[in-house]
């Protein structure tokens, strides 16, 4: 599931009008239901270990923290940075809260976040120097309808929470420093190593649309829709398809599982032509990441390119599929992002451009980047200050600034972490990528 959609699809053709009504039903449940089965796919991914593996997987109620930046060879969670030691970690609070220790802080300068996200990709709090002491602390987190003890709190919406923790690198000759820092993050409190059944029990075969269904029919057990929400089943339930059965949707009728083959094709043709611009821009961003409200189709679409998502209070992803002329970025092209004296991206923690393949993760290049940002070593400004990024397959003779890309189509992501009030509220305006030659 964790791959782009064919970027073609024919109109469905449906041999009765069962399959037909079974095909649109389903298919805003799809788009619904996506990102909670991207969490539980990767909380199964990261948590199925005996022990923390110091790669952002461990059991249940514990922490993971890599010893190392993340490279084409990490491939748990698409669209990772490369400018940060990661620290992952799932909670299970069905049994009662849990409690994370935050380490004081060494350096004043020394950017890092906790973010919290809830089973459905909503970041529903993020920790930071912001809001925590630069002595630390210890937080609690507690589930629906739980008490806490007494301290500083965080309460989450639903009962699984996905910690993960960011930690600036600043260089490589503070690799050592910011490591020593994350290794201070701490679960002291947990009910235990448990994973919620939907996660204990996932299906994975060589049929993605039923898994996808009965995957997310299981889940609908451990995270229950809102009231809001239970309209998305009701024609499906006239077909059988109601949450209170035990189902085994692959032995349904024929007509049943041929309709969700259908949406679910359908709704993955839908989620990742959206994650492209719809106007061909340069550039495309949203403020509403991480708080997604109603807004289904945004929230899938962040969880198809770029799962795990902050706030934009936190950070900024701006998207780029496409250069100045409209047309798709490929790697036998040669580009250039140039930023003006004075345009540098207003961020006031840090910024950074990634360059990712069509399959959502760093490629292999001979330099072994992934990124260019403010802290790039060696990054080279042209005498009036502009500083130009080149970006292709074949290597320029400047590489300085090089942002390697593969011979095939890619895509960029610009982060701005702590992104300025002007950014925010639409005063800066990110350039183009050109081709050049």
Known sequence: MNHPASPMFPAPVHTSPQE???????????????????????????????????????????????VRQWTHEDRDIVTPANDLLYFCGWLNLADGPATIRVPALPDADRYYVIELLDAHTNNFANLGPRNVPKEGADIEIVGPGQRASGGQTV??????????????????????RAYAFEQGFQMVKSAGPA???SVAQWQESDDEAID????????????????????????????????????????MR?????????????AMVLIEAHTRSQGHKAWGYSLRLGTYG???????????????????????????????????????????????????PPADAFWSVSLYGEDRFF??????????????????KEPDGTLV???GHARPAEDANWLPAPSSHFYLILRLYHPSEAFRAGQYTIPAVRRVG
């Open 20 to 66: 037909a009504m079974v095909a649109a039903a389903a298919l805003p449940l799809v788009i619904y239901g996506y990102p909670l089965i991207e969490t539980l796919r990767t909380c199964r991914l990261q948590t199925s270990v005996d022990a923390p593996t110091r790669y952002g997987r461990a059991p249940m109620n514990m922490l993971s923290a890599s």
């Open 155 to 176: 309460e989450s919406p639903t009962s699984l929470v996905w910690i993960i923790g960011r930690v600036l690198v600043t260089g490589a000759d503070d690799l050592a």
């Open 195 to 197: 994973q919620p059944p």
């Open 212 to 251: 996808f269904f009965q995957n997310l029919y299981r889940a609908m057990r451990d995270f229950p829709p809102t009231q809001q929400e239970l309209g998305l089943f009701t024609l499906l339930r006239k077909v059988g398809l109601r949450l209170e059965d035990d189902l085994d949707i692959g032995s």
């Open 254 to 266: 024929p007509s049943i599982v041929n309709g969700l083959r259908s949406a679910y094709a359908q």
């Open 294 to 344: 109603d807004d289904w189709l945004l929230r899938a679409c962040t969880a198809m390119k770029g799962l795990g998502a902050l706030r934009a209070d936190e950070a900024v992803y701006a998207m780029a599929d496409f250069d100045a002329d409209g047309e798709r970025l490929h790697g036998n092209q040669a580009y250039e992002l140039r930023f003006p004296p004075g345009m540098l």
């Open 363 to 380: 490629t292999a290049n001979e330099l072994g980047r992934y990124a260019v940002g403010d802290r790039t070593p060696g990054l080279r």
């Open 389 to 391: 990024i080149p970006i």
